[in-house]
Nanobody, 115 residues
Framework: QVQLVESGGGSVHAGGSLMLSCVVS????????MGWYRQGPGPQRELVAS???????KYAAPAQGRFTVSRDNAKNTVYLQMNRLEPEDTGVYYC?????????WGQGTQVTVSS
């Protein structure tokens, strides 16, 4: 069973920064895509940013220009650097990895941005 452990969440004021980390229990080259999702007040999780095995990144429009997703293969870790945070970024952030038809989620880390 693949395990993902997120860390780095917290409470900041608007304009602040946070870096989220996700440690994966397996070699990251086993996974096609790795991403970060946000769950706000509702049940839906929305993609924030992703990075594939080749290092190609994608960002949701609100994250473009403020967030950076990266990976350290030697440490089996995916990062999400979040700058210029806004109250609308508040939510639980989940790490996700996809392997063929399977996907795995971390337990989530809370990010709260106050105005």
């Amino acid at each position: 069973q693949v395990q993902l452990v997120e860390s780095g969440g917290g409470s900041v004021h608007a304009g602040g920064s946070l870096m989220l980390s996700c440690v994966v229990s397996e070699n990251m080259f086993n996974f096609n895509d790795m991403g970060w999702y946000r769950q706000g007040p509702g049940p839906q999780r929305e993609l924030v940013a992703s990075i594939n095995v080749g290092g190609v990144t994608k960002y949701a429009a609100p994250a473009q220009g403020r967030f950076t997703v990266s990976r350290d293969n030697a440490k089996n870790t995916v990062y999400l650097q979040m700058n210029r945070l806004e109250p609308e970024d508040t939510g639980v952030y989940y790490c996700n990895v996809q392997q063929g038809w399977s996907e795995y989620w971390g337990q989530g880390t809370q990010v709260t941005v106050s105005s």
